[in-house]
């Protein structure tokens, strides 16, 4: 009955997973700070510095208050057309792709135990392994990604 309890709990904290459409597409370098503006009503030059502001790790957590509906769809729209060939969609990395070593399985209840326990510890080092990329098979996104973009990706692989 406890530990029925506690996978409730720990299943309540789990942020919602974000569905997007065909429509969704993510928006790269100039085009998200324009995007990310007009979301703000702020300009572009605006949302640049505001991005430059934000924590890139390795001593702060997520921002919280900079991650709203807009940057979780963003991270939806990322996810599926830059990590999900070789991550999987819904975190399980495709077999047939025999990326040796290959990228740790998102989702589920060990992964949502890590997250709850980990806490911004965890977050701060997907944040990096993003960021800077990972052994020979993970891309560095760092600089091709705004920091936000990167912090919501964090919060999508949390959600998965
Ligand atoms: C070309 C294939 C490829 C793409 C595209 C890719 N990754 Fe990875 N990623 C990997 C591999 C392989 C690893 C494991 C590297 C290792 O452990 O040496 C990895 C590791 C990671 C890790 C560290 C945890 C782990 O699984 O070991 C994170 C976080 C991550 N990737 C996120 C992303 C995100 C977010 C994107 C899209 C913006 C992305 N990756 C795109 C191949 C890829």
Known sequence: MRRLLLLVALTACAPARTRVTTEDRPHLGDAWYAHRAATLN???EAA???????PA???AGPPDDALDAHTAREAAALWRDLCAACHGPDGQPPSELGLDPPPKTWGG??????????????RR?????????????MPAWGGRLSREQMWALVRHIESL
């Open 48 to 54: 640049r510095a505001r991005d430059a502001a934000l």
């Open 57 to 59: 790790g390795p001593d």
């Open 125 to 137: 080092g997907i944040y990096r392994s993003i960021a800077e990329g990972k052994g020979e098979g």
């Open 42 to 44: 702020i300009t572009p």
């Open 109 to 122: 209840f060990g992964v949502r135990m890590g997250f709850t326990f980990g806490g911004d510890a965890m």
